[in-house]
T-cell receptor, first 114, second 111 residues
Framework: GAVVSQHPSRVICKSGTSVKIECRSLDFQATTMFWYRQFPKQSLMLMATSNEGSKATYEQGVEKDKFLINHASLTLSTLTVTSAHPEDSSFYIC??????????FGQGTRLTVV | SQKIEQNSEALNIQEGKTATLTCNYTNYSPAYLQWYRQDPGRGPVFLLLIRENEKEKRKERLKVTFDTTLKQSLFHITASQPADSATYLCALGSGYSTLTFGKGTMLLVSP
């Protein structure tokens, strides 16, 4: 199957700093990528849909100024958590789909804000 | 609003038995349903997709059923192994829409 690579897998940052998470589709072109957030024992919560060459579409309740998404190419989308706070600590996962078939997920990024 | 329910309690079974996980949904008519496996600290991995016009789908030891009247999908793992222990997520979708995921059910297979 298709491969989606996400980096870093773990990151610890200080409150007030920004963190960038990268999501790459390695063997296919992804015009659309999705960013999720997952709390322990909870479902994947869609944060935003990232479209190559255009602005991301954010879900209700997700602060677009805090979670900056850039999809500069067909193989790379980035999520930047700006001015991070401890409540932003979570597991962030990106995914890409080919048509209406399965979603391919990255490995996930465990963000801890101290 | 759409609602997906999966057994919140962990399912504990013995090695060699068949594990059956349930996914129920309301307020939605999905064109397809998907099942994913998620290991701790990892992203989900796709297992099976079943469309609304399909009753059953199989892949090796996995079997999925889809009953659009009951609004329910059953996910079976036959001859379960300890390596099958993970959290299993169901997801619903239509066309190119974003997938809606359930919370998942943790499966624990004891040797």
């Amino acid at each position: 199957g298709a491969v989606v690579s996400q980096h870093p897998s773990r990151v610890i940052c200080k409150s007030g700093t920004s963190v960038k998470i990268e999501c790459r589709s390695l063997d296919f072109q992804a015009t659309t990528m999705f960013w999720y957030r997952q709390f322990p024992k909870q479902s994947l919560m869609l944060m935003a849909t990232s479209n190559e060459g255009s602005k991301a579409t954010y879900e209700q309740g997700v602060e677009k100024d805090k979670f900056l998404i850039n999809h500069a190419s067909l193989t790379l989308s980035t999520l930047t958590v700006t001015s991070a706070h401890p409540e932003d600590s979570s597991f962030y996962i990106c995914s890409a789909r080919i048509r209406d078939t399965e979603a391919f997920f990255g490995q996930g990024t465990r963000l801890t804000v101290v | 609003s759409q609602k997906i329910e999966q057994n919140s309690e962990a399912l504990n079974i013995q090695e060699g038995k068949t594990a059956t996980l349930t996914c129920n949904y309301t307020n939605y008519s999905p064109a397809y349903l998907q099942w994913y496996r998620q290991d701790p600290g990892r992203g989900p991995v796709f297992l099976l997709l079943i469309r609304e016009n399909e009753k059953e789908k199989r892949k090796e030891r996995l079997k999925v059923t889809f009953d659009t009247t009951l609004k329910q999908s059953l996910f079976h793992i036959t001859a379960s192994q300890p390596a099958d222990s993970a959290t299993y997520l169901c997801a619903l979708g239509s066309g190119y829409s974003t997938l809606t995921f359930g919370k998942g059910t943790m499966l624990l297979v004891s040797p």
